[in-house]
């Protein structure tokens, strides 16, 4: 075992002042008004975001080819340009935590729309299986990494499987049907190859039929419409209009008896299809960072798919996320949390089976016990609902994220906002806004206070790492470290330093590409390509010159360095040579 040191060079600890920055002309209330699609991004020309060279390995993500400097300086780094740029512009404390899954679809599927939600701070695209062909997310997939590799961003990409729900069929190519009160319709197990009769939905479930009764309620998309069951003739299931609203084409469907959602054989369906199997394989042979796996009940099928994958050849440690959307699921929480490497709290789904009212303490809930099983958790659905039309959000959607971000989740999402709706960069912006404001403010307001840290209990060695990274995250609040560095194989280390939510942002130096995009889930965490070698000392040095000469730290900067390695912290100022 290595030796179990804690190093503090601290005769190197100097009181030089911190990089810091007004934020006022970042985060003023309005930036997001003046931006209009695409953002046109003023290029930083560094041979290391924009390689005029062939990338040296093109294995889905890039290893950009050393300058003759960075021969010199030893390791070759690989940075999301649109950090590095916010890390230039902002300083240390200025770069945002809250991370951003934007949704792609057909607002936003062009190569110069997935730009400008990359310059918008885009982490992570989100591809839903419920929509489009493989040929569709192909083709996204292809320009997602084209850019990262032509262009020097990072984007990662999220799989999110279509599940077992019960839902309606396309609506024969029609992009909506209005229904109104007193509208009798029918909604069918029949599959109609020619036009639909008038007034009909076809449902994706064939037990459908069999399972209602006469007297349910059935509620499309969690209550954009409703209709009571009058009448059943064999396949074909007549309900009549009690509120009226819009249907959009596969939209989801429950239904309710007294009171109580309906439960009968499609609670035997299985959470994921045979659809979603090809959809994971094709997820597999793209390289997917993520796989949402929606309307999770139990840790069994996570645990089943993660055997998948590892016995995958292809499979370079795709994580899988729980989206929490079913009744079921929240009875499984620590289970299913336990045996997933991250979670989403699909509140668009879970708003349809559980009483709307319960849906904030339950995702309060959830992300408190994420952070406490040290997983990264994505808050989705309706954040900023009313963008897909206006562009500006309303004041209740700005509250609602203000919560999720002082909840201290990993991530936010985008769904319909920027996969369907008219304002998808205004809509990234106003998070991009709202993130920025509401860390400083939590920041300043906490300072004083002490942190709560993770209390889980760890078995050794973990134990020893964890204890680290406590102290290390500790050190940082209290000596106001610039930024801490994490020397890190498969970012497990990291993800217990953004566990602690330090007020700085944690610079995480991997050498596995795939680890890096994964990191861009978790809050606070800077992910760096870095091939490090074996003497710590040595890869610091080279790490500071490196950055220096990007300009993207200054002699005088305190950082907080923590390797898994060595099982060390040290204190250090970026020295001026
Ligand atoms: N790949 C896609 N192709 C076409 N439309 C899409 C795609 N992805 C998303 N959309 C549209 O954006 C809407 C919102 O996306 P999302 O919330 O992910 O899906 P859903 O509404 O099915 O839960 C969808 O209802 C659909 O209209
Ligand atoms: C994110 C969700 O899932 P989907 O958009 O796939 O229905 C949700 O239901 O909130
Ligand atoms: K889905
Ligand atoms: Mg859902």
């Known amino acids: 075992m290595a030796a179990q040191s804690l190093r503090f060079s601290l005769s190197l600890i100097s009181p030089t002042p911190t990089t810091k920055q007004t934020q006022a002309s970042l985060i003023s209330p309005k930036p997001y008004f003046r931006i209009s699609k695409p953002i046109k991004y003023s290029p930083i020309r560094s041979e290391l975001s924009a390689p005029a060279t062939k990338p040296l390995v093109s294995n889905g993500a890039v290893v950009l080819k050393p300058s003759a400097n960075d021969l010199e300086l030893g390791p070759v780094i690989e940075i999301d340009r649109v950090v590095e740029s916010d890390l230039k512009e902002n300083g240390f404390r200025g770069t945002r935590k809250t991370k951003i899954v934007c949704t792609i679809g057909p607002a936003t599927c062009e190569i110069e729309d997935i730009e400008a939600l990359a310059v918008g701070g885009m982490n992570v695209a989100r591809l839903n299986m419920c929509h489009g062909t493989h040929e569709w997310h192909r083709s996204v997939i292809e320009k997602i990494r084209r850019l990262n590799e032509e262009k020097g961003f990072g984007v990662s990409i999220m799989m999110d499987t279509q599940g077992s729900e019960i839902h309606m069929g396309d609506l024969g190519g029609a992009s909506a049907a209005k229904v109104e009160h007193g509208d009798v319709w029918t909604f069918t197990v029949r599959s109609y190859e020619s036009e639909l009769p008038e007034r009909t939905v076809s449902v994706n479930y064939d037990g459908f039929a069999e399972d209602v009764y006469i007297g349910d309620e059935l509620i499309v998309d969690g209550g954009m419409a409703r209709f009571e069951v009058i009448q059943k003739i064999g396949p074909d299931v007549k309900c009549l209009c009690t509120d009226p609203g819009l249907l959009l084409p596969r939209a989801n469907l429950t239904f309710w008896r007294d009171g109580r959602l309906v439960q009968e054989r499609n609670a035997m369906l299985p959470t994921i299809s045979a659809k979603d199997w090809l959809d994971i394989d094709f997820g597999i042979s793209e390289g997917v960072d993520f796989i949402a796996v929606s309307f999770v009940k139990s840790s069994e099928v996570i645990n089943h798919l993660k055997k998948y994958l590892a016995a995958n050849p292809n499979d370079s440690g795709t994580y899988v996320i729980s989206k929490i959307e079913n009744v079921d699921s929240l009875k499984n929480l620590d289970t299913i949390i336990e045996a997933s490497d991250g979670v989403m709290v699909a509140r668009g789904d879970l708003g349809a089976q559980i009483p709307l009212e319960q849906v904030p303490s339950v995702q309060k809930k959830i992300v408190e016990m994420c952070r406490e099983l040290n997983k990264p958790v994505i808050v989705a659905s309706q954040l900023l609902e009313s963008m897909i039309e206006y562009p500006i959000p309303t004041r209740a959607e700005v509250a609602d994220v203000t919560e999720v971000i002082k909840q201290q989740a990993d991530a936010l999402m985008l769904s319909g906002e920027s996969a369907m709706g008219m304002y998808p960069f205004k809509a990234l912006s106003v998070l991009r806004s709202i993130s920025l404001r509401i860390e400083k403010w939590w920041r300043e307001e906490n300072c ?106 200054k002699p005088g900067d305190k950082i907080i360095s923590v390797s898994d390695k060595l099982q060390s912290i040290q204190v250090v100022n970026v020295p001026r040579e």
């Not at 809050?523 to 070698?533: M, S």
Request: aromatic letters at 10%; a positive charge; glycine letters at 4%.
């Open 448 to 553: 004083h206070r002490p942190r709560k840290l993770p209390t889980a209990t760890f078995t050794s060695p973990n134990i020893v790492t964890n204890e680290l990274c406590t102290a290390a995250a500790s050190m940082a609040n209290k000596l106001g470290a610039d930024a801490l560095f994490v020397y890190t194989k498969s970012g497990y280390m990291a993800s217990l330093l953004s566990q602690c939510r330090p007020d700085c942002p944690i610079f995480a130096f991997t050498p596995s590409v795939s680890a890096r995009r994964r990191m861009n889930l978790q809050w606070g965490l800077v992910p760096f390509c870095l091939n490090f070698p074996e003497d710590d000392d040595s890869t610091l040095k080279k790490t500071f010159a490196f950055l220096k000469a990007r300009g993207m730290i």
